[in-house]
T-cell receptor, first 111, second 109 residues
Framework: DAEITQSPRHKITETGRQVTLACHQTWNHNNMFWYRQDLGHGLRLIHYSYGVQDTNKGEVSDGYSVSRSNTEDLPLTLESAASSQTSVYFC??????????FGPGTRLLVL | KQEVTQIPAALSVPEGENLVLNCSFTDSAIYNLQWFRQDPGKGLTSLLLIQSSQREQTSGRLNASLDKSSGRSTLYIAASQPGDSATYLCAVDDYKLSFGAGTTVTVRA
């Protein structure tokens, strides 16, 4: 069955370190998205991609970057982790104008 | 900027009662509206997707309506069960998804 996976599921890091969160989907979807979920803010879009080599900034992109070198993967990099980036991160993918399928999430703690 | 509001923020009902969850949005130029379910510590599961040209969508005990002109959608869950306890999120797609904060539902046995 097609799926979307995220790794790691839990991560503890220190302020200033670079962190990369992986997202892999086997749906063959063109569209991929990264969100963060925080109490009081709900889900907010960080970056998204509509295909290979395409990336776009979302609502809360400062301090994050993505690259899309193939259809299946959209890794999210925190250039220099900050305590404000402690959150739960969700990756999602979709076909054009179709429902988004979400991964299980990565819980990130920045100390 | 699209703003999505869900009321109420939390709801507690006895088993068997029908649930009514509300979602409102500010910009009616949307492709579709989606309802998701999220269990504690888990990802989101898609429940229903309503295309902008549709008025409603049904799946089992779930029915969602969409009124684009007034910027409103309602999710109805018939004959609620304890297993329906979760957070329900509304998301509007106007080129990208904008989420409401969710309604946390507790169904008491």
């Amino acid at each position: 069955d097609a799926e979307i996976t995220q790794s790691p599921r839990h991560k503890i890091t220190e302020t200033g370190r670079q962190v990369t969160l992986a997202c892999h989907q086997t749906w063959n979807h063109n569209n991929m998205f990264w969100y963060r979920q925080d109490l009081g803010h709900g889900l907010r879009l960080i970056h998204y991609s509509y295909g290979v080599q395409d990336t776009n900034k979302g609502e809360v992109s400062d301090g994050y970057s993505v690259s899309r070198s193939n259809t299946e993967d959209l890794p999210l990099t925190l250039e220099s982790a900050a305590s404000s980036q402690t959150s739960v991160y969700f990756c999602a993918s979709s076909g054009d104008k179709e429902t988004q399928y979400f991964g299980p999430g990565t819980r990130l703690l920045v100390l | 900027k699209q703003e999505v509001t869900q009321i109420p923020a939390a709801l507690s009902v006895p088993e068997g009662e029908n649930l009514v969850l509300n979602c409102s949005f500010t910009d009616s130029a949307i492709y579709n509206l989606q309802w998701f379910r999220q269990d504690p510590g888990k990802g989101l599961t898609s429940l229903l997707l309503i295309q902008s040209s549709q008025r409603e969508q049904t799946s089992g005990r779930l029915n969602a309506s969409l009124d684009k002109s007034s910027g409103r959608s309602t999710l109805y869950i018939a004959a609620s069960q304890p297993g329906d306890s979760a957070t329900y999120l509304c998301a509007v797609d106007d080129y990208k998804l904008s989420f409401g904060a969710g309604t946390t539902v507790t169904v008491r046995a």
